[in-house]
Every structure is written in C-alpha cells, then in structure tokens.
C-alpha cells in the first residue's frame, strides 16, 4: 500500500505570497493528482500528471518519478486560494484499486 | 463542477435505520467511485465500479452495499450503521478508471 504525505499539514501566508506544498510518496505509480477542497467538501482535480511539469493559471504542478516527490506552487496567492490541498496517487494497476490519498494541507490566505 | 450531483446532500439517521445515497453522473464517463471521508483523516477509497462491473471494495463492511445498475448512477445502500460511520460520502466519475476523476459535492451523514 502506498503511504502518501504531504508537507506542511497546515499554512498561513499573507496575500501575493509564493506558496509550495510538498507530497511524497512510498511506492511507484503511474500518476499523481493534485485536488483542491473548499469548506463544504466540494473537491475540485487541479491536476492529472505522470512526469514533468503542469501550468493553470496561477497554478504550477511538478513531479520528480526518481524520487517520488511532487510539489505544488501558488504564484501570487490570494484569499480564494485558501481551501485544503490533497495530494493523491494513482497505482500501477491502470486504476482498478483508485486514489490513495494524502492527508491534505490546510492553506490560509490573509488580505 | 456540476456534472457529478449526489443526493441527499445531508442525513441524518438512526442505528437502525436504512437509506440510500444517490450519485449521477451527467459526463458520459464509465467509471464510478464512492470515497469515505471522516474527520481528520485522509479520503479513503470504498468502491470502483468499471463499466458497472465492481472492481474493488477494499475491505468495506457489508453494513455499505454499493449498486450501479448503469454507467451513470451508483448508490451507496445504508443498513445498522454505527456512530463511527459518520462522515462526507463522495462519489466521483472518469472516463477510464485511469483517468481524471471528477467528484460530486458530498452526501455529510451522521449517524445517531
């Protein structure tokens, strides 16, 4: 079973901060989700990434397959940014066995 | 996103109760997915549906009966649930299960 976390569990930056979130991971995979939470638990996929690197926006999403290491970053935070981010793997078995997930980081923009 | 909705969004029920949760998906995708979610712990996979056929249900006790008579609805059957199963029951969908998944808004349950 592959064991996912994710650093730092919680964070309080001021608005237009660079923001990182970090998520490791045990076993190897064949993609890498990044989702975002807002209170009320709608969950929205920010990204789907197998190697390299993803941009949306403010939004950048690498990912390192040697050593098993993805980061987040947020450019230019704002206050709609804050939300939880959560970190979820996807297994070799072509997604039969679903996400394992990471505990999530709670992010808190202040104006 | 509105192409995954669940129903209800908010239970309430008994130990002895039984209900049901409703997931539809409206994006044409042919996988299906129930996650559980309780407080402070991570999301964790319940059920895979591929193609209306169950792949996986990781252990989840017969108390949760899963059921997706087609591609574009699954249920999550609900009998002498315990306390501890409160939690937010989300349901997701993908085109492929290898795929992006997208999620539904939650069902919160608790569990009197």
């Known amino acids: 079973k592959n064991e996912v976390e994710q650093s730092p569990q919680n964070l309080t930056a001021q608005e237009g901060e660079f923001i990182t979130i970090n998520c490791s991971y045990s076993?190897?995979?064949?993609?890498l989700h990044w989702l975002q939470q807002h209170p009320g638990g709608g969950i929205v996929s920010l990204f789907m990434?197998?190697?390299g690197k993803k941009k949306h926006g403010r939004l950048i999403a690498t990912i390192n397959i040697q050593e098993k290491h993805s980061s987040l970053h947020i450019t230019a935070s704002h206050p709609r940014d804050s939300a939880v981010y959560i970190c979820?793997?996807?297994?070799?078995?072509?997604?039969?066995?679903?996400?394992?997930f990471g505990k999530g980081t709670h992010l808190i923009i202040q104006p | 996103e509105t192409g995954v909705t669940q129903t209800p969004r908010h239970l309430v029920m008994g130990m002895t109760n039984k209900k049901s949760l409703k997931c539809e998906q409206h994006?044409?995708?042919?996988?299906m997915y129930w996650y559980k979610q309780s407080a402070k712990k991570p999301l964790e996979l319940m059920f895979v549906?591929?193609?209306?056929?169950?792949?996986e249900n990781n252990s989840v006790p017969s108390r949760f009966s899963p059921e997706c008579p087609n591609s574009s609805h699954l249920f999550l059957h609900l009998h002498t649930l315990q306390p501890e199963d409160s939690a937010l029951y989300l349901c997701?969908?993908?085109?492929?299960?290898?795929?992006?998944?997208?999620f539904g808004p939650g069902t919160r349950l608790t569990v009197l």
């Open positions: 997701a969908s993908s085109q492929g299960a290898a795929n992006t998944q997208y």
């Open positions: 076993v190897g995979i064949s993609a």
């Open positions: 990434l197998s190697s």
């Open positions: 979820a793997v996807m297994g070799t078995g072509g997604g039969a066995d679903g996400l394992t």
């Open positions: 994006l044409g995708h042919n996988a």
């Open positions: 549906y591929n193609f209306k056929e169950q792949t």
